[in-house]
C-alpha cells in the first residue's frame, strides 16, 4: 500500500507567528525510510473516520515526533502535552474501550521528600472531527493539593506523509516554494487559535479551555487547589478550521459522550456484528477483535451519509484505497454486505472520465487512492484522487457480481451495472493497451507509482535471480481479477437475457484462461511466473501472488496441485503465513515490504483460492497459523509482520511501520471463517451451498446472524449437531447444498 497524493503541502513549526510551509517531493514516489513511531514510551492511536490521534503511553502529543491529532491529512496538532507542577506525569496506564477514545491514567512525582504521590491525573480522550479531553486530579492525600496544570500546545499543519515519512521539520529551503504563505497564532480568554494560509488555501486550529485558566500563544495554564480527598476536572476541546470556517468536535464539553454520533454508530455496528461461539481458543477474539476494528475504520461521507466506506488503515491511510476498500469489502461480507455496496457506490461515482496522465486517471478506471489535502470540506467529493493502478477496475467487478450472488438489494446493484461496463471497456481498451489480452500497468509520469498491482514497492516485483522487474507488467493475479470480472460481466447479461453479450464474455473468460496457463506457467518450476515482462517473457520468481489465481478460478486443474504444494511448502509458509517471496528466491528479505514479509490478506487469499480447488487441509493449514499468528499478536494481525520462520522464533516478527488496525488484515479472519463454513451463496438462482470442514481443533462452531438474502442466518458445526451441521434463518425458497463445489483433495 504505497504513499500516494496529496501534491506535497508541508507544514514546518517556526516560531509561533510564523509557518512556513514549504513544497516537498511527491509522496507516492518516496522510496527512503518511514519515521517509526516512538514506542519506547508506549504508542496509542485513536481513530474515527479521517481524524487520528497518536500520542505516547501518558497521552502526551510530543513535539518532534511522528504523533499528532490529523484531520483529513493535516497535522493540526503536533505538540499536547500536560505538565502539572513543571513536569511531566508518570505513565500507569492507557486504557482504550472504543477505536475512538481513551484515558491515560498517570501520576504526578511525589514531593522531595516524599516515596509516594497522592495526585493522579485522568485524561479521558474522544476523537472525532477534531478532540475533546478531560482532564482530572484526583488527591487521594489527607491535605490539599497545589497544583499547577499546564497546557503546551503546538500546530505545524504538516502533511500527512511529511510526518510519515519524517519529512516535517527538515527546512528544505533550496525545494520550490508553492506561493506565499503566512501563519499566525492568537490567544484570547479562554481560547488560543493556530493558523496559516498559503494563496487561497487556509487551515486552522481552535483550542478551547473550561474555567479559569491563564492563555498565552502556546500555553494554557490553571493553577488550583484540589482539596483532600477530592478532584478537580476541566475539558478542553480541539475544533479544526477550514477556509476560515470551524468544525465543531463531535465530542462537546459538556454533552454526554455516549450520545456523540461516533459512539452511537459504534453501538448499532456492535449489534449487527454476528456472533461467533466456538471450542477454539482464540477463534472468538479474533473473530470479534477483526469486527471492531473494521467499524473503526468505517468513513462516512456527509454528502452520502447512507453510503458507509472502509480506510485503508490506521494511522497513515485513513482515506478510501481502490483495491483495499474492494478486497476488504469481499472479505467483510459475512458481516455486513451493505459495506459492500457503499465501497462501490463511493468508487463509481469517483470512477474515471477523461485521460489525465498527471492523475493517471483514465475512462471507466477505478482510483487507487483519495487523497484531502487542500480540500474545502469534510465531504470525500473535494478530495483528490489517483488512479494508477491496475487491479481495482477488475475488481470493482467481481465484487458487483459477488453482491448479486449474496442477494443484496437487488435495484441498487443494478445502478451500478453501467459503472461495470464502463470497467470492463477500460480494461479492453487502456488496460491492454497492446492489445495481447493482458492487462498490464506502466506509469504515466515519473511521479506515479512504478508499480500498480498490490505489491506496489518499487523491488516488490523480481525475477528469481533477484532483478527488479521494469514495466510494463502484465501481473498474474491481475489477469485472475479480470477473468472473474468477466465471468461476472457473462452472468449479470445471462440475468438480462442478452445471450450475445453473455457467450461474448464467457468466451472471453476462456479464451484469457487458456492463454494465461499456457504463457504464465513454467512446468519446469511447477508454478506460475508472477507477471510477464515488457517482452512477454516470463518473470519467474515463486511468490504468493499465484494464490490469487487460484482464488478467482483461473488456473487450470491439472496445475493446482503442483500450485498448491509450494504454497504450503518451507520456501514460502512460515508457520504464521504466507511468504510474498519465497526464502530461497533471490532478493528475499523477511523484514522487507513486499519481498519476503507475510501480510494476512494475502494469506488468507491464498488459503480461499486452496479450498476452492478442494485442497483444505492446505487452507487449514494457513489458517490456523495466521489464527495462532493474531492470538500471538493480541488479537489483532497487522498489516504485515517478518517472514522469519516459526521455528525460528516462537512469536511473529512485527514489520516497523505496519499500519494497526488495517482494514484487509482486520477483515482477513472474517474470510477464513467463511473458507471453514465453505459458505457459498447464489441467491438469485434459489442456492447455497454450506458443507463446513473444520480442523483439528476446532469442534464446535456457532456463528449466529449472518446477513443474507436479506435477512440473518446462524449456521452450527459440530458433532452435537443434527446432520453436524445446521442453517436457520434462511428465507423460503433457498436451497442449501450440502456438498462441497469441490470434493476435499489431500496435498
Known sequence: ???????????????????????MPDPWTYAGPVAQLDASNGVVTLVDESTFAISGSAGDITPGAAQGLFVRDTRILSRFEVLVNGVRTEPLAAVTDDPFSSTFVSRCLPPPGRADSTVMVFRSRYVGQGMREDITLRNFGDEPSLCSV???????????????????????????TSGPTEGAV???????????????????VEVRFEGPVSVEADLATFEVVVPPRSEWTTCVEVAPVIDEVVIDPRYRCGEPVDRAEPAERLARWRRRVPQVDTDHPGLKEVVGRSAEDLGALRIFDPEHPERVVVAAGAPWFMTVFGRDSLL??????????????????????????????????????ILHEMR????????????????????????????LGELRRWGVARELVDELLPNAERAIEWIEQFGDSDGDGY??????????????????????????????????????????????????????????????????????????KKAFNRDFWLEDRGWFAVGLDADKRPIDSLTSNMG??????????????????????????????????????GGYNPISYHCGSVWPHDTAIVAAGLARYGFDGAAQKLILGLLDAAMAQGGRLPELFSGLDRRELSVPVGYPTSCSPQAWSAASPLLCLRTLLRLDPWVPYGKTWLCPNLPEGIGYLKVEGIPL??????????EEVPSGVSITGLPAGIEVIREPRRPSTAI
Open 1 to 23: 500500500m504505497a504513499a500516494v497524493w496529496p501534491p506535497g503541502l508541508v507544514g514546518f513549526p517556526g516560531t509561533p507567528a510564523a509557518i512556513t510551509v514549504t513544497r
Open 150 to 176: 499546564e497546557v503546551f500546545v503546538g500546530a505545524d499543519f504538516a502533511d500527512l506523509f511529511a510526518v510519515k515519512e519524517g519529512r516535517a521539520g527538515a527546512d528544505d529551503r533550496a525545494a520550490a
Open 186 to 204: 492568537r490567544a484570547r480568554p479562554g481560547t488560543m487559535a493556530f493558523s496559516y494560509r498559503r494563496g487561497g488555501v487556509s487551515r486552522g
Open 328 to 365: 476488504t469489502a469481499w472479505m467483510a461480507l459475512l458481516v455486513d454486505p451493505d459495506l459492500a455496496l457503499g465501497v462501490l457506490q463511493t468508487l463509481a461515482r469517483f470512477q474515471g472520465t477523461d485521460v489525465d496522465p498527471r492523475h493517471e486517471e483514465e475512462p471507466g478506471r
Open 372 to 399: 484531502f489535502g487542500d480540500a474545502a470540506s469534510l465531504s470525500l467529493g473535494g478530495g483528490s484522487i489517483y488512479y494508477g493502478t491496475a487491479d481495482a477496475t477488475p475488481l470493482f467487478v467481481m465484487l
Open 439 to 512: 492487462v498490464e500497468y506502466r506509469r504515466a509520469t515519473d511521479r506515479g507509482l512504478a508499480n500498480q498491482g498490490w505489491k506496489d514497492s518499487w523491488d516488490g516485483i523480481r525475477y528469481a535471480d533477484g532483478r527488479v522487474a521494469e514495466a510494463p507488467i502484465a501481473l498474474c493475479e491481475v489477469q485472475a481479477y479480470v477473468y472473474g470480472a468477466f465471468l461476472a460481466r457473462a452472468h449479470f447479461a445471462f440475468e438480462a437475457g442478452d445471450t450475445a453479450t453473455y457467450d461474448r464474455f464467457r468466451a472471453k473468460a476462456s479464451q484469457l
Open 548 to 585: 490469487h489465481c487460484l482464488w478467482t478460478g483461473i488456473v487450470d486443474e491439472d496445475k493446482a496441485r503442483r500450485v498448491a504444494e509450494h504454497l504450503v511448502s518451507p520456501d514460502l509458509f512460515s508457520g504464521w503465513g504466507v511468504r510474498t517471496l519465497s526464502a530461497s528466491g
Open 709 to 718: 438474502a436479506g435477512t440473518r442466518v446462524t449456521v452450527e458445526v459440530g
